[in-house]
């Protein structure tokens, strides 16, 4: 599977952006997708997650009533929309897909700058 993340950029506080993640190859595999973040000097976070079908999602606390995530199946696209956004978003955003097994992806990250 590749995964091609973008969207991403410098936005001002409370600004918003929406990330997407394409998805090619054996797409009929994947059990789960989510966003990750990694902020300098900090370890990588699960941000949000949805299955493929949109029945289940998860949301970190700190992401809550904020962010949404979505899933386009005809495009094989995800989507995080990321409105108000704070400084302590600031982070590179990867795209994650699970499967059966060994089956594990990632993105390779896109850059997201909310300044104050």
């Known amino acids: 599977v590749q995964l091609v993340e973008s969207g991403g950029g410098l936005v001002q506080v409370g ?8 998805a090619s190859g054996r797409v009929s ?3 789960t997708m989510g966003w990750w973040r990694q902020a300098p000097g900090k370890q990588r976070e699960r941000v949000a997650g949805i299955t493929p079908e949109g029945g289940r999602t998860y949301y970190a606390d700190s992401v809550k009533g904020r962010f949404t995530i979505s899933g386009d199946n005809a495009k094989n696209t995800m989507y995080l929309q990321m409105n108000n ?8 955003y990867y795209c994650h897909v699970l499967g059966w097994g060994t089956f594990n992806y990632w993105g ?3 850059q997201v700058t909310v300044s104050s």
């Open 15 to 22: 600004g918003s952006l929406r990330l997407s993640c394409a």
């Open 29 to 31: 595999s994947i059990t």
């Open 85 to 92: 956004l704070k400084p302590e978003d600031t982070a590179v």
């Open 108 to 110: 390779q990250g896109t």
